[in-house]
């Protein structure tokens, strides 16, 4: 079945430098690409996304990255800040309706 | 506007025991989802509804039965409770494709115990 592959499962950064999450899926009909960020006890909630007419996507300190071409996408956030640390979670539209797979998951921890 | 709500917050159930998962959502939102989430493995699917009186079977489907009577409410239910199905619990909702809006709001999540 699709599927959605996410690195690295976890990512400690300085506050301030950058962090770079990378996610590959399988399903070539895919056209949309969602970030979800996870807090503590609470339910994921979308920061940013992107489709696949579009090559890169920003948002002040985040930005993600499509390249179809290699079914590869990224998230990318700069000046990271201790607010910044949660669980990240990529996803892939499947079949081009309204059902998503996610990635595994991304545990950022932004040290002060 | 309350966004999506999740109905309980912790449930510890003994092996055999059923229960239902109450999830409702007030933003008029066509497509309702039932998530589980395990350590290392990201979210599921486990069912999904594209509007009142439909359902359709997600990814990991067994052992579980959902119902959408009412637009605004999705019901999973557990007939028979195992260890297996020990997890955290998450619905979402969506807008009808139309507008091209996929995003997925999320409900706060049901922790539950399978003893």
């Known amino acids: 079945g699709e599927n959605v592959e996410q690195h690295p499962s976890t990512l400690s950064v300085q506050e301030g430098d950058s962090a770079v999450i990378k996610c590959t899926y399988s399903d070539s009909a895919s056209n949309y690409f969602p970030w979800y960020k996870q807090e503590l006890g609470k339910g994921p909630q979308l920061i940013i996304d992107?489709?696949?007419?579009?090559g890169e996507k920003k948002d002040q300190r985040i930005a993600v990255t499509l390249n179809k071409t290699a079914k590869h996408f990224s998230l990318h956030i700069t000046e990271t800040q201790p607010e910044d640390s949660a669980v990240y979670f990529c996803?892939?539209?499947?079949?081009?309706?309204?059902?998503?797979?996610f990635g595994t998951g991304t545990r950022l921890l932004v040290s002060p | 506007n309350a966004g999506v709500t999740q109905t309980p917050k912790f449930r510890v159930l003994k092996t055999g025991q059923s229960m239902t998962l109450l999830c409702a959502q007030d933003?008029?939102?066509?497509?309702m989802y039932w998530y589980r989430q395990d350590p290392g493995m990201g979210l599921r699917l486990i069912h999904y509804s594209v509007g009142e009186g439909t359902t359709a079977k997600g990814e990991v489907p067994d052992g579980y039965n959902v119902s959408r009577l009412k637009k605004q409410n999705f019901l999973l239910g557990l007939e028979s409770a195992a260890p297996s199905q020990t997890s955290v619990y998450f619905c979402a909702s969506s807008r009808l494709r139309l507008a091209v809006d996929y995003e997925q709001y999320f409900g706060p999540g049901t922790r539950l115990t399978v003893t």
């Open positions: 933003m008029n939102h066509e497509y």
């Open positions: 992107i489709r696949s007419n579009v």
């Open positions: 996803a892939a539209s499947i079949g081009g309706f309204q059902k998503l797979v």
